[in-house]
């Protein structure tokens, strides 16, 4: 699905905007449409419904702002090994098959339905992220032919190291999808 497209822009947002928007839709539908064919119009809203219903299914199941706050304090005071074990631990719970790694700035390799993912983790605690362990990265997915590569901070990338990130499509993964994450090795 395409970043900005308007169900995935509807995914990211409150569940509630979904379902106001299927409701519109309907409306119009039911007013503007003669009787005979206004319900075949309103269905029109039902992929706006069924958006809403998986927002909403994401969102109930995602930590609240307090537990994200908290999960993140948690990571940061833990040491490598036992961060590295939480992050293998939720991987395993979302249906991946997990291996530790440590080498060439990659630290994990995890796959699943027939794609492999490369993932940096071990600088998660760091203060300034820059160029230079994205760039590993980056050469180790290229070299092993991953699908996807995957860098994991606390704090928010450097302005320099969010373009190189974006311009190489790898995933950033902190703040509360992190949270998400961790929150899923607690299950």
Request: glycine content about 6%; aromatic content about 8%.
């Amino acid at each position: 699905m395409a970043q900005n497209s308007l169900f995935a822009i509807l995914l990211r947002s409150r569940w509630y905007l979904s379902f106001a928007l299927a409701a519109g839709v309907t409306l119009v539908c039911m007013l503007t449409l003669p009787a005979h064919i206004a319900p075949f119009g309103a269905l029109a809203a039902t992929p706006l419904w069924v958006v809403g219903g998986i927002a909403a299914w994401r969102q109930l199941r995602a930590p609240s702002p307090a537990q994200v706050e908290r999960l993140l304090a948690e990571s940061a005071a833990l040491p490598w090994r036992s961060f590295a074990q939480q992050l293998e631990t939720a991987w395993r719970a979302e249906g991946y098959s997990v291996q530790l790694l440590n080498q060439g700035g990659v630290d994990f390799r995890l796959e699943r339905a027939g794609q492999t993912t490369l993932v940096s983790a071990k600088r998660w605690k760091a203060a300034l992220h820059g160029v230079e362990p994205l760039r590993e990265l980056e050469a180790a997915r290229i070299r092993e032919s991953a699908a996807k590569a995957v860098y994991v901070a606390l704090q928010p990338l450097g302005e320099n190291a969010a373009l190189y990130a974006r311009d190489q499509q790898l995933v950033v993964l902190g703040g509360a999808d992190l949270a998400a994450l961790l929150a899923k090795s607690r299950n």
